[in-house]
């Protein structure tokens, strides 16, 4: 099975976590919090879900994990000031290995510049910024591009998740 | 005096519209506070500050105003999916009228396309959006540009309202 790096913080959306998690857990794959600091608890911003952070960003490289999921929210805006966050996003992007995002994770693939000729999708506020930063933004439930599983917002997450487990093993 | 619009909605960053908008009406500006939709309340992030919104941005037109506050927080995230509030802020950045931004406004002006090649700064979360758009991020308490006043932060609210304030009339 797989071993999943969730990249989240604080005030992320609930359901954008709570759903792949329970999905991903129920067919047999490790998630495994990565956040801003070690042993504290994060909280989803509408129903104050509790998240205990596992690893911080520095102490986590690329090739512990098989994959990454990053839930939306004002987690990714809060997450994408830090530079190790920041780090090991662009090494899973150009890792190869998959890369799940929804409503406001294409922040963080911004920040690290990874998203030039990519196909993606996200939340709708972002649509200018992921055109400037040189990717394709394409208005669906679900864009696949390489290793990259996009999705817009929780009204797409039967779909996103249905993507995602298809490319964990 | 000025006639000042502030383009506002729910989760702004309390401090950023309750301390200029204290200075902009002790010296006898007025504020109209412009969302999207009239007659509700909205409420700050961290303070609950309540706000009532006196007109749609549908209902008003940059001839009405003298000024634009933008306050940060998760505000302008809100609002740069309305097309009638982006309209506002594009033709009141290309009016030549002083616009006050801080810390997440800027991102209004990104989807509003307005950037190209202006000076700006604002929250650090935003630097690679601001770079995306065209513009030149400068990394201090306040810059201003030709009618663009912009600060990083509450930490800037004491230079950035001294800024503005010698803007309006």
Redesign the interface.
């Known amino acids: 099975m797989s071993k999943v790096a969730v990249v989240i913080t604080d005030m992320f959306e609930d359901s954008e976590y709570t759903q792949p998690a329970e999905a991903f857990k129920k067919a047999g794959h490790q998630l495994i919090h990565v956040g801003l600091k070690s042993g504290v608890t994060v909280k989803g911003e509408k129903q104050g879900t509790p998240v205990k952070i596992d690893k911080a960003a520095q102490e986590v490289k690329v090739g512990d994990f098989d994959a990454l999921l990053i839930p939306g929210g004002?987690s990714p805006?809060?997450l994408?000031?830090d530079d190790h966050v920041v780090r090991f996003v662009k090494e899973f992007v150009e890792s190869g290995k998959p890369v799940c995002l929804i409503c406001h994770a294409p922040?963080l693939l911004?920040?690290a510049?990874v998203l030039k000729g990519r196909k993606i999708t996200g939340w709708?506020?972002l649509?200018?910024?992921i055109k400037?930063?040189?990717a394709e933004f394409i208005d669906q439930e679900v864009v696949e591009d390489g290793n990259l599983i996009s999705s817009r917002s929780p009204a797409d997450l039967s779909a996103f998740i249905r993507a995602c487990s298809k490319k964990l093993k």
């Open positions: 004002y805006d809060k994408r000031v922040q911004i920040t510049q709708k506020s649509i200018q910024d400037n930063a040189g």
